[in-house]
């Protein structure tokens, strides 16, 4: 890698978020982190706590439920850490944040959406923060030459840079993943930590949400087959068909159904929303999510892919998908860095697709204006012509709405095409 190694280089360093939490938390009497387990949330709140409350430590808990109103005592920011194992701690800071809402009283940080839900929603008094895994930059890949916030501001900014980050490198750091605690420079270490997170989804996350797992090996298959279609729109019975094959009788939808919106509420699925433009004469679209997890390493796990398989076209075969697994997993790398760079610029991220594919892009990042720049994500080091197409096409659709567009590359330099689409290497992007 280029700076350090690229499976182990991070130690705590400085997260895209924390200038978010820096921002809001002084200003906010509360401010929920959430986010899958493993992304640092603990950590990151802990630096800004003055008093840490972990309920996930049983005699914490026990103590908490037992007197509510310790959630309420102590130097601010207090830090309820794993809110949701006793969600009616979301109904104390809302009281508390009531009969005083002076900013930076509380940071709540968690891990799932509890099944049973707080009696109040927290409207107006506590504000939520998405903390995804780490992108390239938090990694201390490279350092980043272009801006999203820039590209969003519609100034369209020069493009310039050149990175050292290859085809190999981008490959290693999406087997490496962005969960600070098992990033491993061993590959076995990095399996096996990888394994236990994802049997401790099935074995012991789900069952602390209510949902009974009866069958661990279906929701298992269903996970692999959730791999499978990563990056695509695929429907519910194709991954189904993909999770049972060689199956006569399928499960259910009330079977698996609870399996897939468990597994939400825990951050593990991360679907990304089709775009739905309310003021352009644009027909015929999908509306199907695209199916990401919540790191890519996690989809390569459970398809199995080793780096070798992956540089040579290999890759689940279970659902159809245009170019290969190894191309999903790095549009799923793009899409994670994106939504991270997207949310400190406060705007939005979806894909735009019509019904059939005739028209497709990758990423559409959206301003509260709703005008937007367009992303197209491809696994190459070379732009052609065709490859902008769906691009021209949409600026030609929306007009002045396209503030900008970028294809995103393996490549190693960052530029502007002379029809003004930049082209940027990945490592290159940052907030």
Known sequence: MVKGDGAACFAGGTRVVDAELDELVPALPALSLEGPKGVGKTSTAR?????????????????????????????????????????????????????????????????????????????????????????????????????????????HPDVEGATAVTLEDYTTEILAGGFPGIRHPSGRAQRAALDGYLERIVDAELSELGVEVRRPQTLRRWLQAYAAATATTASYERIRDAATAGEAIKPAKTTTIPYRDALERLWILDPLPAWAPSSHHLSRLTFAPKHHLADPVLAARL?????????????????????????????????????????????????????????????????????????????????????????????????????????????????????????????????
Request: charged share 25%; glycine share 10%.
């Open 47 to 155: 630096r800004r706590g003055g008093t840490v409350i972990r309920l996930d430590d049983p005699g914490v808990l026990e103590i908490v439920a037992a007197q509510p109103s310790r959630l309420a005592t102590g130097t601010p920011p207090i830090v309820i850490d794993e809110w949701q194992r006793y969600p009616h701690s979301w109904d104390v800071v809302r009281r508390a944040v009531d009969e005083n809402p002076v900013g930076g009283k509380f940071i709540l940080t968690g891990s799932a959406t509890p099944t049973v839900a707080p009696t109040h929603t927290g409207a107006g008094r506590i504000v939520t923060l998405r903390m995804r895994p780490l992108t390239l930059p938090e990694r201390g890949v490279e350092t980043p030459a272009v801006s999203l916030a820039a590209l969003l501001n519609g100034e």
């Open 303 to 431: 398809a199995g892919v080793d780096a070798g398989a992956l540089l040579r076209g290999e890759g689940p075969t279970t659902v159809p998908r245009d170019g290969t697994f190894l191309g999903a997993l790095f549009e799923s790398l793009t899409t994670l860095s994106v939504r991270v760079f997207a949310q400190a610029a406060e705007a939005r991220v979806s894909h735009f697709r019509t019904k059939g594919g005739a028209r497709e892009v990758d990423l559409i990042v959206e301003r509260d204006d709703r005008r937007v720049v367009a992303v197209e994500v491809k696994l190459a080091d070379a732009v052609s012509d065709g490859d902008v197409r769906h691009l021209v096409w949409l600026a030609e659709k929306i007009g002045a709405d396209l503030v900008d567009a970028m294809v995103v590359t393996t490549g190693r330099f960052a530029y502007r095409r002379p029809d003004g689409i930049a082209v940027i290497p990945l490592a290159l992007l940052g907030a």
